[in-house]
């Protein structure tokens, strides 16, 4: 279907969504790491309240509200991040919150396993949410401008379509991560499942920070076009 669209597109009058925005350099490579990025974000948003109430004996308040301090972070930052960026430009401010976020997702990917506690899952999602509030929506900001003022709509309905799928799909591979590993492990609860649950949580964790990594070396590879 997708195929087919793209066909219909190339060859109606008045497409829904023109394409030729994807001929920029810049705009593809940005598009891509806000994709990234939104997989990572809604993975966290998933795995961390599962992983925490199943696999690492956190209660239903504590599991549910273990992401608060970062959600609250990105609300504080994103104006701050909007300012940085009119100030300094997008080159010196977003390799340093694209930093911080990776260090948040390797730290995650490492240090989380058998034998963590939730305050650890915390402490290394908050370090993810500073980086991430402060390059998310600076990263969209960059690839739209180098986009004609007439293909300024059809950039943004890409980046909000994709958004879309990037979350979707990353709660299907979260899903997988955490259910192949608690497959054939007892009943919830049990020692094996909860060990199998933390054991899942680590995959995910993995699987995140490359997304991160890709995100990262996206928007240096649009950073570094000259058109």
């Known amino acids: 279907m997708l195929a087919l669209f793209v066909v219909l597109s190339r060859r109606a009058f008045s497409p829904l ?27 966290y948003g998933y795995m961390i309240p599962n992983a925490s109430r199943l696999g690492f004996g956190a209660s239903v308040l504590a599991a549910g509200t273990i992401v608060l301090p970062g959600a609250l972070l990105g609300a ?16 010196r401010p977003m390799p340093v919150a694209m930093a911080a976020a990776l260090l948040g997702t390797v730290l995650m990917a490492m240090l989380i396993g ?34 004609h003022p ?41 020692a094996s499942f909860v060990a199998a649950t933390q054991r899942g949580a680590h995959w995910g964790f993995i699987v995140l920070a490359l997304a991160v990594a890709g995100a990262c070396l996206a928007n240096f590879r649009a950073f570094a076009a000259k058109r």
């Open 17 to 43: 969504v023109r394409l030729g925005v994807l001929h920029s350099v810049k705009f593809r490579w940005h598009l891509l790491a806000y994709v990234l990025l939104q997989f990572v974000t809604i993975g």
């Open 76 to 91: 504080i930052m994103g104006p701050v991040a909007g300012s940085l960026l009119d100030k300094f430009g997008p080159v």
């Open 150 to 190: 007439e293909f300024k709509a059809d950039g943004n309905a890409l980046f909000n379509t994709f958004q879309q799928l990037s979350g979707a799909v990353d709660t299907t591979v979260m899903s997988v991560c955490r259910g192949i590993a608690q497959s054939g492990h007892g009943q919830v609860g049990s």
């Open 114 to 147: 058998p034998g963590s506690n939730v305050i650890m899952i915390g402490v290394c999602y908050f370090v993810y949410m500073v980086g991430f509030s402060m390059c998310f929506a600076n990263t969209m900001t960059c690839g739209i401008a180098p986009v």
